[in-house]
């Protein structure tokens, strides 16, 4: 009980809806689809790379729809972090514990069999394009992320 004078606090529960994800949205959203071709194609990128991988293919030419934003050296896009938590979510890409990077799960070589026919001849061609030019910078993006993950766990582990 509250004594006369005193003022209660009280919080308040905040609610977000998001949309629920079925298997069934990769057969309807292309974008999602053209994500997880990307991702197989590498055979395994750190997120830092994919985004990277994106961006600099965007200014190529080659569009996806995704919107990026730019500070300094860092590039960020809230809509293909959106994207990969949800190809995360439906287990069709998988996040490898030591490297942290994405791969093409069992599901998602399925479901990238059965779709083939959906990513069009045109994208294909124009994305082996692109990643011929950025493959170099792409790697060296993920070498860089790798050696910060070794050099972090070497430090957590002698301050045991």
């Known amino acids: 009980m509250s004594q006369p004078g005193q003022t209660t606090k009280s919080k308040e529960l905040k609610t977000i809806t998001k949309q629920v994800i079925s298997p069934g949205v990769i057969n309807e ?7 997880l071709y990307i991702i197989n194609i590498f055979g395994g990128v750190t997120e830092r ?21 730019v500070i300094g050296n860092n590039i960020f896009s809230p809509s293909v972090k959106e994207d990969i938590t949800s190809l995360l979510y439906l287990g069709l890409i ?43 910078k792409i790697t060296a993006i993920d070498e860089e992320q790798s050696l910060k993950l070794k050099s972090e766990r070497r430090r957590n582990y002698y301050r045991r």
Not at 49 to 68: H, P
Not at 100 to 118: D, F, H, P, T
């Open 94 to 136: 998988e996040s490898e514990p030591i490297t942290k990077k994405l791969k093409v799960s069992a599901n998602g070589m399925e479901i990238l069999e059965a779709n083939q026919n959906n990513i069009e001849e045109e994208f294909k061609k124009q994305l082996n394009q692109v990643l011929e030019e950025l493959k170099a």
């Open 49 to 69: 790379a994919l985004i990277s991988f994106l961006y600099e293919a965007s200014q190529k030419g080659l569009n996806m729809d995704y919107t990026f934003n």
């Open 29 to 35: 959203d292309k974008r999602k689809l053209k994500l």
